[in-house]
């Protein structure tokens, strides 16, 4: 099976399954405007992320890659969410910290200036020596980002829900009733 394809067919999932939406407070998020001091990583770390998630799931002439989903912003956003435990942003932080300490010692670069080929490899090796769980982590918010509805920033005009000939159900929220708005009520 197609890596697309097999994509297509589990991703629904990964928004059913997981309920992995950032948790919903009083916390308005707004991804042109995001802290990513909040996040717990640097600026360079999130230059890394960022490479990791287009390499994992790129562009195509057919098909959103991770940049047409705004899923660096979309998991900025998620990992802004004050609500969220300090684990979890560590989590990502460390997976990070890993991958660049893998790259340095085996390249003596960072991750996003490697060549693609090459990125490949040091994927594959941080997998093998216990990033699995990260990599999936990463897969998912990149998942989540091309199904979410648009209305909280992800998925921009519907590009992944056009991609995979989705119709949303109706009525879709409207700005004043995402759910994190909608749970102090």
Same mark, same amino acid.
């Given at each position: ?9 589990? +991703? ?16 308005? *998020?707004?991804?042109? &405007? ?17 490479? %990791? ?5 790129? &562009? ?17 956003? %998620?990992?802004?969410? *004050? ?5 979890? =942003? +560590? ?9 660049? +300490? ?6 003596? @670069? &960072?991750?996003?200036?490697? +060549?693609?080929?090459?990125?490949? =490899? ?5 997998? =093998? @020596? ?5 990599? =999936?982590? %990463? ?10 509805? *648009? ?15 989705? $119709? *949303?159900?109706?009525? $879709?929220?409207?700005? @004043? ?9």
């Amino acid at each position: 099976m197609k890596r697309r394809d097999f994509l297509r067919w589990g +991703a629904g999932g990964v928004l059913l399954g997981q309920g992995g939406l950032a948790s919903g407070r009083a916390w308005v *998020p707004d991804l042109t &405007s995001i802290d990513i001091g909040a996040t717990g990583l640097s600026a360079g770390q999130w230059r890394t992320l960022a490479a %990791v998630q287009t390499h994992l799931f790129p &562009s195509e002439s057919e098909a959103p890659g991770a940049r047409e989903a705004n899923a660096t912003a979309w998991l900025q956003w %998620v990992l802004s969410d *004050p609500g969220l435990p300090d684990e979890r =942003r +560590a989590f990502f932080r460390q997976g990070v910290e890993q991958l660049e +300490a893998l790259t340095q010692a085996g390249h003596g @670069q &960072s991750f996003e200036a490697l +060549a693609e080929a090459t990125r490949e =490899r040091v994927l594959r090796d941080h997998e =093998r @020596q216990g990033g699995g769980p990260w990599l =999936r982590e %990463v897969i998912h918010y990149i998942l989540e980002a091309l199904l979410s509805d *648009p209305v909280y920033g992800g998925n921009p005009g519907g590009i992944g829900w056009r991609w995979l000939a989705h $119709r *949303p159900g109706y009525r $879709r929220p409207g700005a @004043q009733q995402r759910y994190f708005l909608l749970a102090d009520r």
